[in-house]
């Protein structure tokens, strides 16, 4: 079987669910547009599914969309129900505070790194095949937040390319890690359920506990699509 790219997802604000691409350019700081924004409190910590010392939780936030109608403009945060909220007009801040009841603004630079980790992450298919036959609840590629879900045969296959020379299309990348997963993969999304046994399950690897998708650099920036091939050496 020949590995290629079966999706790519862009997430223009942190913690909120994204949008599916058919292609994207992508360098060292990610993919074009990719968690450029994130929902600030009046503290200055980041709107998330969790409390921690950056984050503070926001309930609802993957429960709605985003995506940009141009890249060279702020996105556009869409809720349950379709209605579109732009940044630019502060139409998304002003749905943001009636939704969370607190002062909440999306920003672009807000002082922190939105990334938890690395900018750049990935998953094989066969890893989600994986987790989709362990629990009750819907899985899909949005519960790890990849940006490429590369088509593979076995699950945990990309766990392998670590510390090698992977190559999608143009774009040369390096992974470095295997991310450690938190109770956001199994928070409700628009068609996935909210069920605690998807961190669980994951917990109960026995080669790698708690620990799904992988996650790195570009090195070599290009344009990314849907259906090119992906080799690792």
């Known amino acids: 079987m020949s590995l290629v790219v079966d999706q790519i997802w862009r997430y223009p604000i942190k913690s909120i669910g994204g949008e599916r691409l058919d292609v994207s350019f992508a360098d060292d700081g990610g993919l074009l547009g990719d968690r450029v924004w994130a929902v600030q409190d009046d503290e200055g910590k980041l709107g998330s599914g969790k409390n921690s010392r950056r984050f503070t939780r926001l309930l609802g936030l993957l429960e709605l969309t985003s995506h940009y109608d141009d890249e060279d403009e702020p996105p556009i945060v869409v809720a349950p129900d379709g209605r579109k909220h732009p940044v630019a007009s502060g139409a998304a801040d002003a749905y943001l505070r009636a939704l969370s009841g607190r002062d909440v603004h999306v920003r672009r630079d807000t002082g922190f790194m939105h990334f938890d980790e690395v900018p750049f992450s990935l998953v094989g298919t066969a890893t989600l095949d994986w987790l989709a036959a362990q629990v009750s609840v819907a899985i899909d590629a949005r519960r790890l937040r990849p940006n490429v879900v590369v088509r593979t045969e076995v699950a945990f296959a990309e766990e392998k390319w670590l510390g090698r020379t992977v190559r999608i299309g143009s774009v040369e990348a ?60």
């Open 174 to 233: 390096v992974f470095d890690r295997v991310f450690t997963r938190c109770v956001m993969v199994g928070m409700a999304q628009p068609g996935l359920g909210e069920s605690s046994d998807v961190l669980k399950r994951i917990g109960e690897r026995t080669d790698n506990p708690v620990c799904l998708a992988i996650g790195g650099h570009i090195r070599q920036a290009g344009t990314i699509k849907v259906g090119e091939s992906v080799s690792a050496r």
